[in-house]
T-cell receptor
Framework: AQSVTQPDIHITVSEGASLELRCNYS??????LFWYVQSPGQGLQLLLK??????LVQGIKGFEAEFKRSQSSFNLRKPSVHWSDAAEYFC????????????FGTGTSLTVIP | GAVVSQHPSRVICKSGTSVKIECRSL??????MFWYRQFPKQSLMLMAT?????????EQGVEKDKFLINHASLTLSTLTVTSAHPEDSSFYIC????????????FGQGTRLTVV
């Protein structure tokens, strides 16, 4: 069965510190992996995506993620967090068939301390 | 990236009335649109999947007669909440996939529905 696990419900970091948000997935085929960010009362914005090729992918706002097939993980990282990064982050896995749904993790809420 | 516009962003309606939410893909043709419901501080719960020109596929436990979904064109899907009840108050989000080479989903801004 397809599933996505985000083990950390809530993370607090200081501004300027590094960040890593964890994501593990279970998927029956080669996954397409995504990270989305949601600000309060807003929709979801795509941060980055992995389809194939280089396992380290760069996204917007200085975020990057690394796909590790052996660990079934797709962790999101940022070297230096800004206060504006405070938001909810969702990891998702989806099939290449555009007619099928994504599977979302439960989300990680990020708080940034000045 | 592609743009998905959802309207309205906020709506308040009285119990028993119906409210329609629109989801438009502005610069690509969305072969598939998805409707989600999100409760406070929770993840997205898929309600239904709609393909242009065909009936929507509803997830288990979602009342299809209450949440009417129409995907009349490749750029527009609508969700109508009928006979609204305060329990229907929630945040509803649409997303769209489609277009050549586009595997990611693009999301609307969401609609905050309050039923009073």
């Amino acid at each position: 069965a397809q599933s996505v696990t985000q083990p950390d419900i809530h993370i607090t970091v200081s501004e300027g510190a590094s960040l890593e948000l964890r994501c593990n997935y279970s998927y029956g085929a080669t996954p397409y992996l995504f990270w989305y960010v949601q600000s309060p009362g807003q929709g979801l914005q795509l941060l980055l995506k992995y389809f194939s090729g280089d396992t380290l992918v760069q996204g917007i706002k200085g975020f990057e993620a690394e796909f590790k097939r052996s660990q079934s993980s797709f962790n999101l990282r940022k070297p230096s967090v800004h206060w504006s990064d405070a938001a909810e982050y969702f990891c998702a896995v989806g099939p290449p068939n555009t007619g099928n749904q994504f599977y979302f993790g439960t989300g990680t809420s990020l708080t940034v301390i000045p | 990236g592609a743009v998905v516009s959802q309207h309205p962003s906020r709506v308040i309606c009285k119990s028993g009335t119906s409210v329609k939410i629109e989801c438009r893909s502005l610069d690509f043709q969305a072969t598939t649109m998805f409707w989600y419901r999100q409760f406070p501080k929770q993840s997205l719960m898929l309600m239904a999947t709609s393909n242009e020109g065909s009936k929507a596929t509803y997830e288990q436990g979602v009342e299809k007669d209450k949440f009417l979904i129409n995907h009349a064109s490749l750029t527009l899907s609508t969700l109508t909440v009928t006979s609204a009840h305060p329990e229907d108050s929630s945040f509803y989000i649409c997303s769209a996939r489609g277009g050549q080479g586009r595997f990611e989903a693009f999301f609307g801004q969401g609609t905050r529905l309050t039923v009073v």
